[in-house]
């Protein structure tokens, strides 16, 4: 199973993780960080492939997916 790990301090919303990936496994939430941007949250992680597409295209390393053992 995989997680989803933001780092709220460096996340600034712009939410390219949950556009750019291709299985829809992130969406974006109602929760606000301390600057005042909306955070990305797991929308269905059981899609995610761990390609690390977020990760890469993320300007800020603003995101992590934790592969944990089945
Ligand atoms: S791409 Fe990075 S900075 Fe942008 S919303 Fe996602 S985690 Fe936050
Ligand atoms: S690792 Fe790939 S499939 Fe998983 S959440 Fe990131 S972009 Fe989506």
Redesign the pocket.
């Known amino acids: 199973m995989k997680k989803l790990h ?2 709220p301090k ?9 556009e ?1 990936c291709p299985k829809k496994a ?1 969406k ?1 939430s109602d929760q606000i960080n301390s600057r005042g ?4 949250v797991e929308n269905d992680m059981s899609r995610c492939t761990d390609c690390k597409l ?1 990760e890469i ?7 992590a997916i934790e592969v944990e053992d089945e």
Do not use: N, T
């Not at 460096?10 to 949950?18: D, M, Q, S, T, W």
């Not at 295209?57 to 995101?63: E, K, S, T, W, Y």
């Open positions: 933001i780092h460096y996340c600034k919303g712009c939410l390219i993780c949950v750019m992130l974006p941007y909306l955070l990305p977020c295209l993320c300007p800020d390393f603003a995101i």
